[in-house]
């Protein structure tokens, strides 16, 4: 009997390994969401890291969390570092471009675990509206494959990305 615990545990820890070893070296998540408004309205609220707490969903799961802003108050080379709960953990985002269309972010996540990803966010205007893409792109280590078949990406943060582009449509309508 407890060999046969034993097997059965093996057993799905090499599946789980395997399927690991299978995943890509890069994943990406992304949400879209269309706004009334043009890119002009929209940009400010993204490339302004002083306006995130009106639409960002991590802001909202910690009220306490610290922030610190560094460089110029938004644009290419605002930094925001913050430091919060199990559900927001520690992290630094830095502005790398900033286009009519386009707003590129450096995310570096230091707790709850290590992880260097850049965030996009693409605007293409439609008329009087604007879809906008936020995409998160990074690397894939093996033991983040290994959490990721575990707990897809999608699953950890796709809801955070919905409600987040949410917030910026509220805001940028308003």
């Not at 059965?8 to 090499?14: E, F, L």
């Not at 395997?18 to 990406?28: L, S, Y």
């Not at 309205?41 to 002083?50: A, C, N, W």
């Amino acid at each position: 009997m407890l060999l046969t615990v034993i097997g059965v545990i093996a057993a799905a820890i090499a599946i789980v390994l395997i399927v690991a070893a299978q995943k890509p070296d890069t994943f990406r998540l992304s949400r879209s969401i269309v706004i009334a408004a043009p890119p002009e309205k929209i940009v400010p609220h993204i490339e302004d890291f002083h306006r995130w707490s009106a639409w960002s969903p991590w802001e909202k799961m910690d009220p306490a969390m610290t922030r610190t802003y560094d460089g110029p108050e938004r644009g290419p080379g605002a930094v925001y570092t913050w430091n919060g709960n199990n559900k927001v953990g520690e992290g630094r985002m830095e502005i790398l471009e900033v286009g009519a269309n386009r707003v590129v972010v450096d995310l570096q996540f230091f707790k709850p675990f290590k992880a260097h990803n850049k965030a996009e966010f693409d605007l293409v205007p439609a008329g009087s509206l604007t879809n906008v893409t936020w995409a998160m792109t990074g690397p894939l280590l093996f033991m983040a494959k290994v959490m990721h078949v575990l707990m897809p990406i999608d699953k950890m943060v796709g809801k955070d990305f919905e409600s987040g582009l949410e917030g910026i449509k509220a805001q940028a309508e308003a």
